[in-house]
């Protein structure tokens, strides 16, 4: 069974950075698309970015375009999310997550991770 585990969420002042990681195990890494979501409180989920298998391609919300980086490294089974001048609206639980196959972008990503909690200050 697949499974998705997030880290490097945290407190971070406004201007500041963050790269959040998802390590993922139990199924073909290397064959997935994988994405990254958030939900704010009082929120509903949205998209932040999504890569391809290869990592040539990728995709992003025009919230984050130009901040944030999405790559991944196959080898370590790992996707990454570096945000960078991070502002307060930032704040949210950010999920990794992958619809196991290699479509991209998929037609729905319906394996996620438990979610990292990203605070940004004013």
């Known amino acids: 069974q697949v499974r998705l585990v997030e880290s490097g969420g945290g407190l971070v002042e406004a201007g500041g950075s963050l790269r959040l990681s998802c390590a993922v195990s139990?199924?073909?890494?290397?064959?997935?698309?994988m994405g990254w979501f958030r939900q704010a409180p009082g929120k509903e989920r949205e998209f932040v970015a999504g890569?391809?298998?290869?990592?040539?391609?990728?995709n992003y919300a025009d919230s984050v375009k130009g901040r944030f980086t999405i790559s991944r490294d196959n080898a370590k089974n790992t996707v990454y999310l570096q945000m960078d001048s991070l502002k307060p609206e930032d704040t949210a639980v950010y999920y990794c997550?992958?619809?196991?196959?290699?479509?991209?972008?998929?037609?729905?990503?319906?394996?996620w991770g438990q979610g990292t909690q990203v605070s940004v200050s004013s």
């Open positions: 997550a992958t619809d196991l196959s290699e479509h991209f972008p998929p037609d729905d990503y319906n394996y």
């Open positions: 139990g199924g073909t890494f290397s064959s997935y698309t």
């Open positions: 890569i391809s298998r290869s990592g040539s391609s990728t």
